[in-house]
């Protein structure tokens, strides 16, 4: 079971320059998040998906797009990238609360990619 | 807004206890804590939710005061293992969507 993979896992770009992180899950979650972690600054949320096909903004949104492609996927696109935009990004994915009422086996957990270590210089 | 954490660090011998604390300055619907070791995503420990309801890890407590919108994470006889950084995550009610802001964390170090 592979779980959150996130692609790439090390990334280097100009400022300027645009790329997209991928995130895949495979426990059929219907919510997805991207969180980034900054020193000091614990994980903060960027945006989140509470099912496919719907987007929402979190702490942090500037400067970043993201696309639920479907139930899987999940994407996080810097436009144009800016150094105060370096930072690791967490992917991840988990079952909302009120979807498992009465099901004692799920916890609501989030389960989180490995990250994805982006410098923009 | 972010919860806040206190300590920002503690230093364990193997086997003492440790508290950590996570307050928040507006109503809760649910807490979440997790534990992250360098270079490593982060690891599920127990969510607390409004109205008492626990769920999670077996060898690791917590208490949620709802009125105080507080959380602690009761670690005891501690391991090796717990040695890592400790993130508490706030839901704000009508919750359930697991929404969270996470505080800034507590390291945490057992030695021999």
């Known amino acids: 079971n592979a779980g959150v993979t996130q692609t790439p896992k090390f990334q280097v770009l100009k400022t300027g320059q645009s790329m997209t992180l991928q995130c895949a899950q495979d426990?059929?979650?219907?919510?997805m998040y991207w969180y980034r972690q900054d020193p000091g600054m614990g994980l903060r949320l960027i945006y989140y998906s509470a099912s496919e096909g719907t987007t929402d903004k979190g702490e942090v949104p500037n400067g970043y797009n993201v696309s639920r492609l479907n139930k899987r996927e999940f994407s996080l696109r810097l436009e144009s990238a800016a150094p105060s935009q370096t930072s690791v990004y967490f992917c991840?994915?988990?079952?909302?609360?009120?979807?498992?009422?009465?099901?004692?086996?799920?916890?609501?957990?989030?389960?989180f990619g490995e990250g994805s270590r982006l410098t923009v210089l | 807004q972010q919860p806040v954490q206190s300590p920002q660090a503690v230093i364990l011998r193997e086997g003492e206890d440790a508290v950590i604390n996570c307050s928040s300055s507006k109503a809760l619907y649910s807490v979440h804590w997790y534990r992250q070791k360098h270079g490593e995503a982060p690891v599920f420990l127990m969510i607390?939710?409004?109205?008492?309801e626990q769920k999670g890890h077996e060898k690791i407590s917590a208490s949620f005061n709802e009125k105080k919108q507080q959380s602690s994470l009761y670690l005891t006889a501690s391991q090796l293992s717990y040695s890592g950084t400790y993130f508490c995550g706030t839901e704000k009610p009508p919750g359930g969507g697991n929404k969270l802001t996470f505080g800034t964390g507590t390291q945490l170090k057992v030695e021999l």
């Open positions: 426990m059929n979650h219907n919510s």
């Open positions: 607390l939710l409004k109205g008492g």
């Open positions: 991840a994915s988990s079952e909302a609360l009120y979807r498992l009422a009465g099901d004692n086996r799920n916890t609501g957990e989030l389960f």
